[in-house]
């Protein structure tokens, strides 16, 4: 087989892959859209129940109301679906790894997804009611604290996102000491920094009160720790091995 069928070969799997997992979250979606409504007020419990007396939220577009359950029911459908979507990115790139390389994978794609749902999780059922409990205390006397529907789901996403990531950590690290691009021993000497830039990081995610930055740094640092604790039960091998 010549270079350019093999490249064209591979283009066509590739996009079968994508297919695949295309169909999967929009099934998937075509089953909730009916409870997006439902979805939506889980998504805002957080918010709706420190919200003060005579406090609501808001639609601000005509289209909004309809909109936003349907963008959280497209993102539930591909957080169900990410176990298939990843095992269809699994299946494209297996045949080019060697053997050890296939043994470490698997368990990192599997890992990865549970740690960014914890995350999500720890920012949903920990961060939000500690934020917006505190938003709603600072709010100022006369002032009606009534939320865009849109606007609050631009800002859940982004603490979703954010702590997903921060969850990720033990992965990185792990990738990192693995392939040979950073040995424990600097990791170690990086912690310092690591703890600074946590709380960088917390107070450029979160709303600017102690508490909420502590509770994105925090675990950004002991999740740090923990990779480079698991790192060492990882041994490096080479790539004929």
């Not at 079968?16 to 997006?36: D, E, K, Q, S």
């Not at 009611?129 to 865009?148: A, L, Q, R």
Request: net charge neutral; with cysteine.
């Amino acid at each position: 087989m010549s270079t350019s069928e093999s490249i064209i070969s591979h283009l066509i799997e590739l996009r079968t892959r994508l297919l695949r997992a295309g169909i999967a979250i929009i099934i998937v979606f075509l089953f909730l859209a009916p409870w997006a409504r439902n979805l939506y007020t889980f998504l805002a419990h957080p918010l709706l129940a420190h919200l003060p007396k005579g406090g609501s939220m808001i639609a601000t577009e005509v289209t909004t109301p309809f909109l936003v359950p349907m963008k959280i029911a497209i993102m539930a459908s591909f957080l169900v679906t990410l176990p298939h979507t990843l095992y269809q990115l699994w299946a494209f790139i297996a045949p080019g790894l060697y053997a050890h390389e296939k043994k470490l994978v698997a368990p990192l794609i599997v890992g990865s997804t549970f740690l960014f749902f914890c995350g999500m999780s720890f920012a949903y059922f920990f961060v939000f009611p500690v934020v917006f409990g505190f938003i709603s205390k600072v709010t100022p006397e006369g002032v009606s604290m009534m939320t865009d529907i849109g606007k609050y789901l631009d800002f859940v996403l982004t603490l979703f996102l954010a702590f997903g990531i921060t969850f990720e950590v033990p992965i990185i690290v792990i990738i990192l000491v693995r392939m040979g691009f950073i040995e424990i021993a600097k990791l170690k000497e990086w912690r310092p920094y690591m703890i600074v830039s946590a709380f960088v990081l917390g107070a450029l995610f979160t709303p600017p009160d102690v508490v909420s930055q502590t509770m994105l740094a925090v675990p950004l640092w002991l999740l740090y720790e923990l990779g480079i604790f698991l790192a060492r039960f990882v041994p490096k091998e080479e790539p004929n091995a």
